[in-house]
């Protein structure tokens, strides 16, 4: 069981461990470059050891890197389409370097075209970064969306498509949003439902492939399809949902990361703590 927070990456790159650690986290993500912007300063490979080494040395179990939104795997734009796939072979370094676990993703929108030309997009992009990344050890995570517009990833029907289609599918897994899956109409709050939630994401890719949670809960309602991520009980999921999540039999071995509003300097620190009772409190019993 691993627990963090998605923390900035402002400054040296190794200073995103410092953030996570102060906080008392074995797990963390980073955006692997500003999210809104193409550009890239490239990681200095002593910032990089540097990284490493304190990840060690703090007891950071598990790194996620999500990339930026920009990147779309599924667009019938030809020029965002090489670009994306560049920058996401870019990133998938990068995040070898920084001796990640995981490059979480979203699975992009297939806007002006079509769910089938989309998903077929997406497969040959995946299938041409792990061909062009081969020998790394870092897994691709494909993180399900609330359903907004013609964003793939709300139903785990799309996650099915793809790891069929994927030659290298054991580098793949799933990066579970708690927001986004109430957003697209799984009602969660229900225990039942979740186990059945996760029982399908494993028949409709893998055994264990839910290797990092985004535990966030949701300001707007079941099935919304809008994404707007709340602080953990301060939402509708709620904590008696979320301490069945947390505690799940199934995500023992899986990070728990938390991507939660971040309004005052003590919000990560708050929500964390109310994560960390959860799941005292399930061993108390
Ligand atoms: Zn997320």
């Known amino acids: 069981m691993f627990l963090g927070v998605h923390v900035s990456i402002s400054g040296k790159i190794y200073e995103s461990v410092d953030r996570a650690a102060s906080l008392g986290c074995s797990a963390m993500q980073i ?40 990147i779309n795997l599924a667009t019938s734009y030809d020029v965002l389409y090489k670009k994306s796939i560049a920058t996401y072979m870019e990133d998938m370094r990068e995040a070898a370097l920084l001796g990640a676990e995981y490059v979480v993703t979203h699975m992009g929108s297939y806007k002006n075209s079509t769910l089938p030309q989309g998903l077929k997009a997406f497969i040959a992009a995946v299938n041409e970064i792990l061909a062009g990344t081969k020998g790394l050890g870092v897994q691709l995570l494909l993180e399900n969306t609330a359903g907004s517009g013609s964003w793939l990833g709300a139903t785990f029907d799309h996650h099915r498509k793809i790891f069929e289609g994927v030659k290298d599918r054991h580098r793949l897994g ?37 290797k990092v949670v985004h535990l966030n809960d949701s300001l707007t309602p079941l099935g919304s399809h809008n994404d707007r991520h709340q602080h953990i009980g301060k939402g509708l999921i709620g904590l008696r949902a979320m301490r069945h999540i947390v505690n799940h039999p199934k995500l023992r071995e899986a990070a728990f990361i938390l991507e939660t509003p971040k309004e005052t300097p003590r919000s990560d620190e708050i929500n964390l703590s109310k994560v960390r009772k959860l799941m005292q409190m399930n061993h108390g019993l």
């Open 31 to 70: 955006f692997s470059r500003n999210p809104r912007q193409w550009r890239q300063l490239e990681i200095d490979a002593r910032d990089a050891v540097e990284f490493r080494k304190r990840r060690r040395e703090e007891g950071i179990g598990i790194v996620a890197i999500h990339v930026p939104y920009l």
């Open 174 to 210: 799933v990066c579970l949003d708690t927001a986004h899956v109430f957003e697209a109409g799984f009602d969660v709050r229900r225990p039942e439902i979740f186990d059945i939630l996760l029982a399908e994401i494993e028949r409709k890719t893998c055994p264990g492939a839910v």
